[in-house]
C-alpha cells in the first residue's frame, strides 16, 4: 500500500524548499515529501540568475517564515538596487549618473549566495519534521479525485506514494507543463551570462574623487545591487558572503546578441568593450573565476498556474520574468502564498475551487502588469533621464501597491480583492492601465532624452513621497478597511506623479507649457488618442512638482516657483 501524504513537491530548489517550511509551521501535523533529483546538496555555484532579493521577498523570508536570524547572520545585507547610467562615461565612475540611496533603507534585503541557502535551507526543512529526499527522478503524477499518485526512483528502484496535493518546483524542467502541455512562450528576448569570482568587487574603489567618495558612507555602494547600464543591457555586480562576487550580463538580442557573449572568454571581452572599468578591475582575477553559466531568452509564461485539481506550479517551474529588480523571489514569494493558502483551507475542509481560480487570475495579472516594465525597454536602458524617471515611478508603484498588498495580507483577503478587482473602473484595473501609459511615455520620451547628463546623484528619499511609500511597508500594518482606503490614496499620488513627469517630459521634448492640466489615462507625447473611462483631467499639484524636482537632471523650468 502506497504511503500517503498531504502535499508532495516535485524540486527541492528554493520555491519548494521555502514552501514546506511555509507549510510546516503554518500547519505542524502536515504530512511532506519533497522530491529532488540532485544526488547531493545544491552546489555552491552560479547556477541561478542574480541573488538578490527586494522588499516583497525579503518579507516573506525574514517575517513570514521567520528567517530574519538566519540571514542577518549567514547572508550580506544589501543596500538596495544602485545604478550608475551616463555611457558616455564608462571609463570614470565618478562622472557617470548614480541612483541609489545615500542611507541604509529602512527595510531590510540581503544578498543570498543560493548555493549556500539552499543547501541550509535543506537542513531546516528536515528539522522541521518534513521528509526530503535526494537523488530522486519523478516518472510520472496520475491526477485522481481524492488522491493523486506521484511515481519516482530513488537508487534504481521505483517508488510511488499517494498525495492530496502535488506541487511542481522543479524550476525551469517544468515536469508538469511537459506533462499536461501547458507552457507558454513569452515575447521578451533577453539572455543573460554570468559567473562568480573568488574577490571583492568593490566599486567604491574605483574612483577616489572626493565628491564621488563623500557622497554615500562606506561600504553601502559595495552591499547594492550595482547596475552598469547602457542601451539595450545592464551588468551586475553582486557581493556575496566570504568575500566572492557574482557578475552577469542581461542584453536584448536585437542589441547584443547572445552569441556575442555565450562563453566566458566572450563574456570576458564584451565587458572589455562595452564595460571598461569593470573588465580592468577582472583582467588580473581571471584565474579565480569560480563558474560560468549562460541562460538564452529566460523569459516565459506559463498558461497554468493553480488547478482546480489540487495541483500547483511555483517557482521557475510556472512563470519567469527577467531580472533587473530582482523580482525572482518576489514571484516565489507569491506563488508559495496563493498554493499554501490553498493547501491549508482544503485541508481544513474549506471548497477552495473558487480560490483557486480567482489566484490562477490574479497571478497571471500580476505577472502581465509586470512585464511591460522590461518588454522592449531595453533600447532606454542608456536613457539617463528616463531612466531616473522610470525606476523612479516603477519603485514607488511597486512599494505603494504591490508589497503593501503583500505585507498587510491583502492578498489572500476575497473580500478585498474583489473590491479592488471587480469592474472598469476596478482599483486595479485603474493600477493596470496607469502602468501601462506610464511605460508607453518613457519609450516615447526615449529619442528625446539625448544630453550627456554627468556627475549627478538620485537618491529616491529625497523625494519624500518615496520616503513615505517605503516606510509605510514597515512601520504599520493596516486593518481591512484601513488598508483598501490606503491603496486609493497611494494610487491617487502616483496619478498626481504620472501627471507631472507628463508635464516634465512633454515640456522637455516638445516644449509645451509647465502648467497645463493632464489627464494620465489619455495622456500621449506622440499625439495618439487614447480614451479611458478612468479619464480625469488632473490640475498642477504644487507639492507634487517640488517633490519631484531633485529628480530632473535637465534644467528645471524656470517660470515654475517650486
Avoid: C
Amino acid at each position: 500500500m502506497n504511503e500517503q501524504f498531504d502535499v508532495v513537491i516535485l524540486g527541492g530548489g528554493l520555491a519548494g524548499l521555502l514552501l514546506s517550511l511555509q507549510l510546516k509551521q503554518q500547519k505542524p501535523d502536515i504530512k511532506l515529501l519533497v522530491l529532488e533529483k540532485r544526488e547531493g546538496k545544491a552546489p555552491e555555484t552560479a547556477f541561478k540568475i542574480g541573488e538578490s532579493s527586494v522588499e516583497l521577498g525579503t518579507h516573506y523570508m525574514r517575517e513570514v517564515l521567520g528567517l530574519k536570524g538566519y540571514l542577518d547572520a549567514n547572508q550580506l545585507p544589501k543596500n538596495g538596487q544602485r545604478f550608475f547610467m551616463s555611457p558616455k562615461h564608462k571609463n570614470e565612475i565618478h562622472k557617470r549618473v548614480e541612483l541609489g540611496p545615500r542611507i541604509k533603507l529602512p527595510v531590510p534585503s540581503h544578498q543570498i549566495d543560493r548555493g549556500i541557502f539552499e543547501n541550509d535551507l535543506i537542513d531546516m526543512t528536515r528539522d522541521l519534521g518534513n521528509e526530503f529526499l535526494l537523488g530522486t527522478k519523478v516518472t510520472d503524477v496520475e491526477i485522481g479525485k481524492e488522491n493523486h499518485t506521484v511515481s519516482y526512483t530513488k537508487d534504481g528502484e521505483k517508488q510511488t506514494v499517494n498525495t492530496r496535493w502535488v506541487v511542481d518546483a522543479t524550476g525551469r524542467s517544468s515536469f508538469m507543463k511537459k506533462k499536461l502541455g501547458f507552457a507558454e512562450a513569452f515575447p521578451h528576448d533577453v539572455s543573460s551570462s554570468w559567473f562568480r569570482v573568488d574577490h571583492k568587487i568593490d566599486v567604491d574603489t574605483w574612483s577616489d574623487d572626493p565628491k564621488f567618495q563623500s557622497q554615500i558612507q562606506r561600504d553601502l555602494r559595495y552591499l547594492s545591487t550595482v547596475h552598469l547600464m547602457d542601451t539595450g543591457y545592464w551588468v551586475w555586480i553582486i557581493p556575496l558572503v566570504g568575500g566572492r562576487t557574482s557578475v552577469g550580463i542581461v542584453a536584448d538580442q536585437s542589441i547584443h546578441p547572445f552569441d556575442t557573449y555565450n562563453t566566458l572568454e566572450k563574456t570576458l571581452e564584451w565587458i572589455d568593450k562595452n564595460e571598461p572599468q569593470l573588465g580592468r578591475e577582472l583582467k588580473p582575477l581571471r584565474g579565480k573565476i569560480m563558474d560560468f553559466m549562460v541562460m538564452k531568452h529566460f523569459a516565459y509564461a506559463s498558461k497554468e498556474t493553480y488547478n482546480t485539481d489540487r495541483w500547483t506550479v511555483v517557482g521557475e517551474a510556472g512563470l519567469f520574468g527577467d531580472p533587473f529588480y530582482s523580482p525572482g523571489i518576489d514571484f516565489i514569494t507569491l506563488a508559495n502564498t496563493f498554493t499554501g493558502d490553498l493547501i491549508l483551507r482544503d485541508l481544513g475542509g474549506e471548497d477552495v475551487m473558487f480560490r483557486t481560480k480567482f489566484y490562477a487570475t490574479l497571478i497571471r495579472a500580476l505577472y502581465d502588469n509586470w512585464m511591460p516594465l522590461y518588454q522592449n525597454q531595453y533600447p532606454l536602458w542608456g536613457r539617463s533621464q528616463v531612466m531616473v524617471t522610470k525606476i523612479f515611478w516603477d519603485w514607488g508603484a511597486y512599494w505603494s501597491i504591490n508589497t503593501l498588498l503583500f505585507v498587510n495580507k491583502g492578498l489572500t483577503d476575497i473580500e478585498l480583492m474583489r473590491a479592488v478587482v471587480t469592474g472598469p473602473t476596478s482599483f486595479i484595473q485603474r493600477y493596470g492601465e496607469l502602468s501601462a501609459q506610464m511605460q508607453r511615455l518613457f519609450k516615447a520620451w526615449g529619442p528625446y532624452d539625448t544630453a550627456d547628463h554627468t556627475d549627478k546623484y538620485a537618491d529616491p528619499f529625497d523625494l519624500p513621497y518615496l520616503r513615505k511609500f517605503q516606510e509605510d511597508i514597515v512601520e504599520k500594518q493596516y486593518p481591512k478597511d484601513e488598508l483598501a482606503t490606503k491603496l486609493f490614496e497611494n494610487l491617487e499620488i502616483l496619478e498626481k506623479v504620472a501627471a507631472e513627469i507628463f508635464r516634465l517630459v512633454s515640456n522637455q521634448a516638445l516644449g509645451t507649457p509647465i502648467d497645463m492640466a493632464v489627464d494620465p489615462y489619455t495622456m500621449s507625447l506622440t499625439g495618439e488618442k487614447r480614451e479611458s473611462v478612468n479619464s480625469k483631467l488632473l490640475e498642477r499639484d504644487a507639492e507634487i512638482a517640488k517633490q519631484l524636482k531633485p529628480m530632473w537632471l535637465y534644467p528645471y523650468p524656470a517660470e515654475v516657483a517650486v
